[in-house]
Nanobody, 122 residues
Framework: VQLQASGGGLVQAGGSLRLSCAAS????????MGWFRQAPGKEREFVAA????????KYADSAKGRFTISRDTAKNTVYLQMNSLKSEDTAVYHC????????????????WGQGTLVTVSS
């Protein structure tokens, strides 16, 4: 599978963005999908993950109540809806695919997209 993330941009604090991660390959539906982010000078951190059916999700504490991960298997796409954005959400957001159920560490994911930059202005 190959991943292509998009949807990043510049948004004011309190605003919303929806990131998309388009996957190519017939095996997309078998993968756990995750979103991570990396701010300048910081390590990559877990944001959210979703299981193969889209019925189970996991979020970082920083994302709970504000972000929603979802997937459309028919379109081979995973989304991250981000609301109530804060300046500390500024980062490059990466989508990833792996086999470990709802994994939260980067090392547990096997395939990565190129990332999309989200900048939140205060």
């Amino acid at each position: 599978v190959q991943l292509q993330a998009s949807g990043g941009g510049l948004v004011q604090a309190g605003g919303s963005l929806r990131l998309s991660c388009a996957a190519s390959g017939r095996t997309f539906r078998r993968y756990i999908m995750g979103w991570f982010r990396q701010a300048p000078g910081k390590e990559r951190e877990f944001v959210a993950a979703i299981n193969w059916s889209g019925g189970t999700t996991k979020y970082a504490d920083s994302a709970k109540g504000r972000f929603t991960i979802s997937r459309d298997t028919a379109k081979n796409t995973v989304y991250l809806q981000m609301n109530s954005l804060k300046s500390e959400d500024t980062a490059v957001y990466h989508c990833a695919a792996g086999d470990v159920y709802l994994a939260t560490t980067a090392g547990e994911y096997d395939v990565w997209g190129q990332g999309t930059l989200v900048t939140v202005s205060s």
